[in-house]
Nanobody, 127 residues
Framework: QVQLVESGGGSVQAGGSLRLSCAASGYSYNCYSMGWFRQAPGKEREGVAGIYSCGGNTYYADSVKGRFTISQDNAKNTVYLQMNSLKPEDTAMYYC????????????????????WGQGTLVTVSS
């Protein structure tokens, strides 16, 4: 059974930085798409960033391009989301997810094919 454990959320002032981590265990995928979705109260789910393990292809939502960077450490089965220049509108619960398919170019639409989700980590950005 695939398990994802997230860490790194917290509270920060606007302009600050946070790094989220998502460690995966219990699977034997050779290649997979992994990344982050977020949801703020009263707003729709948003696909923030995704990465394909066997090519490094990435996806970023327009709202985070130039500020967020997704990366992976395949040896540790861990994906990271470096979030810089944070804005109050980045405040949300961030969820890590993984799927044993390629398709990060359509990351926002992949939410319904994910094999596993993390428990979520809260990011709060104050102005």
């Amino acid at each position: 059974q695939v398990q994802l454990v997230e860490s790194g959320g917290g509270s920060v002032q606007a302009g600050g930085s946070l790094r989220l981590s998502c460690a995966a265990s219990g699977y034997s995928y050779n290649c997979y798409s992994m990344g982050w979705f977020r949801q703020a109260p009263g707003k729709e789910r948003e696909g923030v960033a995704g990465i394909y393990s066997c090519g490094g292809n990435t996806y970023y939502a327009d709202s985070v391009k130039g500020r967020f960077t997704i990366s992976q450490d395949n040896a540790k089965n861990t994906v990271y989301l470096q979030m810089n220049s944070l804005k109050p509108e980045d405040t949300a619960m961030y969820y890590c997810a993984v799927a044993a398919v390629e398709g990060v170019s359509s990351w926002p639409q992949m939410w319904n094919v994910m094999d596993a989700w993390g428990q979520g980590t809260l990011v709060t950005v104050s102005s």
